[in-house]
Nanobody
Framework: QVQLVESGGGLVQAGGSLRLSCAAS????????MGWFRQAPGKEREFVAT????????NYADSVKGRFTISRDNAKNTVYLQMNSLKPEDTAVYYCAADRIFHRVAVPTQTADFGSWGQGTQVTVSS
């Protein structure tokens, strides 16, 4: 099991930017797809963005496409989520997650595909 620690959340005004980081333990970070999910109070955890184990492909939720960018630095065992043009509806706890499948061909988007989760970092966007 991979340990994941998110950081970089905070309070930002609408239209602003934040960069989230997720530090992973272990030596197999670059063998698994990584993802960002978010959960607002009273809502289900939802997909935000994922990146293939190789970094060659990404998936984004329609709600964030064009505004958010997921990337990974395998040398640092870290995945990032650059969030631009933030909106109040982006307010949520953001969770980093690691895929359960070694070298998955597709880029997963379902929460059930991910077996390891971080503790979350709060992102609050004010109007």
């Amino acid at each position: 099991q991979v340990q994941l620690v998110e950081s970089g959340g905070g309070l930002v005004q609408a239209g602003g930017s934040l960069r989230l980081s997720c530090a992973a333990s272990g030596r197999t970070f670059n063998s698994y797809a990584m993802g960002w999910f978010r959960q607002a109070p009273g809502k289900e955890r939802e997909f935000v963005a994922t990146i293939k184990w190789s970094g060659s492909s990404t998936n984004y939720a329609d709600s964030v496409k064009g505004r958010f960018t997921i990337s990974r630095d395998n040398a640092k065992n870290t995945v990032y989520l650059q969030m631009n043009s933030l909106k109040p509806e982006d307010t949520a706890v953001y969770y980093c997650a690691a895929d359960r499948i070694f070298h998955r061909v597709a880029v997963p988007t379902q929460t059930a595909d991910f077996g390891s989760w971080g503790q979350g970092t709060q992102v609050t966007v004010s109007s």
